[in-house]
């Protein structure tokens, strides 16, 4: 998979991987994976007005479903392998 941020950066890997890139990118905050989904969700709900219904019970389940939903809002763009 393959996700681009537009105007910022592209990121290719597995869903989890490319949560995890995006995690790490925040030099300063130490907060766990589900802290980051949930920080997602909040952000763009607080600044776009958007819902983002993140399902499953893995990681990578919940790392697909997030970026899924993240680019059907239009926040990103997905290309499959």
């Not at 019970?57 to 809002?73: C, G, I, P, Q």
Request: net charge negative; proline share 2%; no cysteine.
């Amino acid at each position: 998979m393959r996700v681009t941020v537009p105007g910022y950066t592209s990121l290719e890997g597995k869903p989890e991987s490319i949560l995890q890139a995006m995690r790490d990118a925040r030099l300063f905050d130490q907060i766990t994976e589900e802290e980051f989904v949930e920080g997602i969700i909040h952000t763009a709900w607080r600044l776009f007005g958007i819902t983002l219904q993140v399902s499953g019970e893995t990681k990578a389940e919940r790392s697909e479903s997030l970026l899924r939903e993240m680019a059907r809002n239009n926040m990103i763009e997905i290309e499959e392998d």
